[in-house]
C-alpha cells in the first residue's frame, strides 16, 4: 500500500514518526511524506520516503485556511495513497476534509489540542466548531490521552465508535537507554526540554529555578528547545535573553542528539499546561531520570507521583520549586529507585513497538472497509 504521512513539518515527522516509518517500509508498504519543506525533507528522503512539499502557514487565517483543504486534496489526487496518517490540527482539520472529498480513508492522531483548549477565545470556539465539523470525515481518530478523548466525546466532535487511545508516540527503548551506573552530578542539574513557549510552562521554570538557587545557589537549572516565536504562545528571544542575563537559566539551544543532553541531566522537568503524551517525557523516562510535570492531561500519564517523579500544581511556580527541592532532598538510592521506576514504565507502557502495531491494524482495518 501507498501510505502518506502528513505533519506540519518534516522535522516533526522525522523526529517524532521516524520508527513508524521504518516499520512501515519494513512490512513493504511505500510512504510519502507531506509538509512543508525544511532542513529535514532530505532526511526523510534518504530514510526511504517519497517526500511532497505542501506549504502549512501558522496561524488562523479564512483564505489561507482553505486553500490549503486545496492544496492537500490536489496533492492526494496527484499521490493516490491508499491511506493517509493525519498528525498536528491542520493536518488534521483540513487534511481530512481533503482527504474525503479525494475519497481516501484517513486515520487521524489528536497528539496535543495545543492552546485551543487552553486559551479560551475567537480562535479556539473557531476551532473547536471545524474539529466538529471535519472529525466527521476520519476513518480512525487516535487519542494519546484519556482526558483528550473523554473532552472530544463530550463536546460532541467525535463519534466513540471510531477513537483508541495510544502510549502517545511511543519511545524507542533501544535508543534512550538509561546510563550503566548511576551517577549524581555535582552541582545537581535539573533540565526542562521543550519549545520555548509560554504554554509550557517556561516562565514557570524560570521563576521556580530562582526559588530554589535562593536555597542552593550551585544548583544547575538548563532549557533545551526551539524558539519559536511565530507560534502563538511563543516567547521574544528579548524575553530569553533577559532571563539568561540574571544567570539563573542557562538555555542550551536546540539539537538533534536530545538523548546525550539528557544523560547529563539529573531530573527532567516539564511545567507544561497541557499535552498529549509528552516525547520529551517519554525520552527522559527511558533514560531512567526522576519526572517532576504539571498534573496535567499527558503529563500524569508518564508521572507517576512519589514512585518516578513529583506532580506539581499548574501555573504555581512556588509549588514546582517545593518539588524541585523536594527532588534535591532524596538520597542517591532514592534518586536511582525513582529513575528505575521511570525506565520500568517506559517499557511496559510506552514502547513504541506497541504504537507501531496498532497503526498497523488500524491501516488493514480502514483499508479492508474500503475494498468492503
Not at 76 to 85: C, F, G, S, T
Not at 169 to 176: M, P
Request: net charge positive; glycine share 6%.
Amino acid at each position: 500500500m501507498r501510505i502518506a504521512i502528513v505533519i506540519n513539518t518534516s522535522w516533526n515527522i522525522f523526529n517524532f514518526r521516524l520508527s513508524l516509518i521504518k516499520a512501515l517500509l519494513a512490512e513493504g508498504h511505500e510512504v510519502v511524506a507531506i509538509a512543508p519543506k525544511d532542513a529535514y525533507s532530505k532526511r526523510l528522503v534518504e530514510a526511504g520516503c517519497q517526500f511532497v512539499p505542501v506549504a502549512m502557514e501558522q496561524g488562523t487565517n479564512p483564505f489561507t485556511d482553505m486553500m490549503l483543504i486545496w492544496r492537500l486534496y490536489q496533492t492526494y489526487k496527484k499521490v493516490k495513497p491508499d491511506v493517509v496518517l493525519h498528525y498536528t490540527i491542520k493536518p488534521n482539520i483540513y487534511g481530512a476534509i481533503a482527504a474525503h472529498w479525494a475519497g481516501i480513508p484517513a486515520i487521524n492522531n489528536v497528539s496535543g489540542l495545543g492552546t485551543v483548549f487552553i486559551t479560551k477565545d475567537y480562535i479556539s470556539s473557531v476551532a473547536l466548531k471545524l474539529y466538529k465539523f471535519s472529525f466527521k470525515y476520519p476513518a480512525k481518530v487516535f487519542f494519546q490521552n484519556q482526558d483528550d478523548r473523554r473532552l472530544f466525546l463530550r463536546n460532541k466532535l467525535v463519534r466513540a465508535g471510531l477513537t483508541e487511545v495510544l502510549p502517545g508516540s511511543g519511545i524507542n527503548l533501544q535508543e534512550f537507554v538509561p546510563a550503566e551506573k548511576y551517577k549524581r552530578n555535582k552541582p545537581f542539574a535539573f533540565l526542562m526540554v521543550a519549545r520555548v513557549l509560554y504554554d509550557k510552562g517556561v516562565v514557570e521554570f524560570v521563576q521556580a529555578s530562582k526559588l530554589v538557587q535562593e536555597k542552593y545557589p550551585d544548583v544547575k537549572c538548563q532549557l533545551l528547545g526551539q524558539v519559536d516565536e511565530k507560534s502563538r504562545s511563543g516567547i521574544k528571544n528579548i524575553k530569553l535573553q533577559e532571563w539568561l542575563a540574571t544567570g539563573v537559566i542557562e538555555y542550551l539551544g536546540a539539537t538533534d542528539d536530545v538523548a546525550s543532553i539528557i544523560a547529563q541531566a539529573d531530573c527532567v522537568v516539564l511545567p507544561s499546561y497541557r499535552e498529549g503524551t509528552p516525547r520529551t517525557l517519554l525520552e527522559a523516562a527511558a533514560m531512567a531520570k526522576p519526572l517532576i510535570a504539571t498534573n496535567v492531561p499527558g503529563c500524569r500519564e508518564v508521572v507517576q507521583q512519589s514512585i518516578n517523579g513529583y506532580l506539581c500544581k499548574l501555573r504555581s511556580s512556588p509549588d514546582l520549586s517545593e518539588k524541585m527541592l523536594q527532588m534535591l532532598s532524596l538520597s542517591d538510592a532514592e534518586l536511582e529507585q525513582m529513575g528505575n521506576e521511570s525506565r520500568h514504565i517506559a517499557i511496559t507502557r510506552f514502547d513504541d513497538r506497541i504504537v507501531i502495531q496498532k497503526y498497523l491494524h488500524a491501516i488493514e482495518e480502514v483499508s479492508r472497509q474500503v475494498k468492503v
